[in-house]
């Protein structure tokens, strides 16, 4: 049974950081790509950056250089660090596979 849940969402100014986390059960990292997506109000939604199992990173234009996706196996936990947070960054933040999504974490930029 795949589980994804993330937390971490929270209300912050610009400039500020946060660290989203995102743990799961069910797979394993090495064998699955997983990544963060977002969603404003009215916009599609975003894949923001992804790591593929053998550990290699990809991350959308606006928010390299700012986001960091890493994980550790051995807590079964994704994170996304965000530092230099922008009100463009204010979504709802979801972990997801190709197949399985969390239920999404608040993140809001002020």
């Known amino acids: 049974h795949v589980q994804l849940v993330e937390s971490g969402g929270d209300s912050v100014h610009s400039g500020g950081s946060l660290r989203l986390s995102c743990k799961h059960s069910?797979?394993?990292?090495?064998?699955?790509?997983i990544g963060w997506s977002r969603q404003a109000p009215g916009n599609v939604c975003e894949l923001v950056a992804v790591?593929?199992?053998?550990?290699?990173?990809e991350y959308t234009e606006s928010v390299k250089g700012r986001f960091t996706i890493s994980r550790d196996n051995a807590k079964n936990t994704l994170y996304l660090q965000m530092n230099s947070l922008k009100t463009d960054d204010t979504a709802v933040y979801f972990c997801?596979?190709?197949?399985?999504w969390g239920q999404g974490t608040q993140v809001t930029v002020s």
């Open positions: 997801a596979t190709l197949t399985y």
């Open positions: 069910g797979f394993s990292f090495e064998d699955s790509d």
């Open positions: 790591m593929s199992g053998d550990g290699s990173t």
